[in-house]
């Protein structure tokens, strides 16, 4: 209850604008009797991603319904992404504060969910390269790569997205990643 509160009031207003005071009233008590339940304000937000990226590794197992497939997996992981990152007030809050999630002056329990975030993506893209599906000669710089791109889709397709748009979205991302956006050599244009 008090997460959802959180998460809601933070994709709406911004982490740095809402205070434990606005997190209270919404779930009946006061700042004071939330420090019963958390120790602040970054502990919320430690929890929200936490909960967050936990919700995208279980929505990325469901889609990919145990295949070992890296184009599968990365089709998995990116339409969950999306789907969390753009359907959920939790999912904005990470996408959005992406300056808080890379930050290292912020908790460990933060700087831990992100990495495990970025390493699983990380795994698919360089399984994916070991078995020539894609060409990735750095699979870290290109998950950070498709996490930058996957965390500004909720800026530009808005909180009114629905699962649908967010799939859609997924796919083509995939179908660039995969197909890359150039030309044939020889082509018009090249």
């Known amino acids: 209850m008090i997460l959802n509160a959180a998460a809601t009031s933070m994709a709406e207003h911004g ?24 120790s602040g304000k970054e502990d919320i937000l430690a929890q929200l991603m936490t909960d967050t990226i936990e919700e995208i590794g279980r929505e990325t197992d469901l889609l990919a319904a145990g295949s070992s497939d890296p184009e599968v997996l990365l089709r998995a992981f990116v339409r969950a992404h999306l789907r969390v990152a753009v359907t959920t007030p939790a999912g904005r809050v990470l996408s959005s504060h992406q300056d808080i999630v890379v930050s290292e002056t912020y908790s460990d329990a933060i700087r831990d969910a992100r990495r495990r975030h970025e390493r699983r993506l990380e795994s698919i893209i360089a399984d994916g390269a070991a ?47 995969i197909s890359g956006i150039g030309t044939e050599p020889g082509a018009a244009g090249s």
Not at 15 to 38: F, K
Not at 139 to 163: D, E, H, I, K
């Open 15 to 38: 982490y740095e604008r809402v205070t434990l005071e606005q997190i209270g009233e919404q779930v009946g008590l006061s700042a004071t009797g939330l420090y019963h339940y958390v």
């Open 131 to 177: 078995r020539r599906a894609f060409r990735a000669s750095d699979p870290r710089t290109t998950a950070r790569f498709v996490l930058g791109a996957l965390n500004g889709v909720p800026r530009w397709a808005g909180s009114q997205a629905t699962t649908v748009l967010t799939d859609s979205i997924a796919e083509q991302l995939v179908d660039h990643l």
